[in-house]
């Protein structure tokens, strides 16, 4: 599976974005789809998940209410909406895949296999 995220850019805060990852590459249903952030100077973390076949979410407690994950099967991508943006969103952020089957979205870094170039998302105030 090869990825490529894309829909970074510089926004004030209060404003939106989307972020986009398109795979390559089989997935399968069991796959789940990650987004991933890591601002300067911190470790990278759990931003949202998806279940590729079916709807179920997670998300960090920090984006929730704000930040919407997505997918569309036919085109094999992975969307973030982000509204509301943060200054303290300031990270590259990443999508990735874990291609384990689990019964639960994981949030743990080291269990997604194929990761993304990252796209920087920079929130002014």
Not at 10 to 18: P, Y
Not at 69 to 95: F, G, H, W
Not at 107 to 122: A, M
Request: hydrophobic letters at 35%; one cysteine or more; charged letters at 20%.
């Amino acid at each position: 599976v090869q990825l490529q995220a894309s829909g970074g850019g510089l926004v004030q805060a209060g404003e939106s974005l989307r972020l986009s990852c398109a795979a390559s590459g089989v997935i399968l249903g069991t796959y789940i789809m990650g987004w991933f952030r890591q601002a300067p100077g911190k470790e990278r973390e759990f931003v949202a998940g998806i279940k590729w076949n079916g709807d179920t979410t997670y998300y960090v407690d920090s984006v929730k209410g704000r930040f919407t994950i997505s997918r569309d099967v036919a085109n094999k991508t992975v969307y973030l909406q982000m509204n509301n943006l943060r200054p303290e969103d300031t990270a590259i952020y990443y999508c990735a895949v874990d291609v384990t089957v689990r019964s639960t979205i994981s949030n743990v870094t080291r269990r997604y296999e194929h990761w993304g170039q990252g796209t920087q998302v920079t929130v002014s105030s």
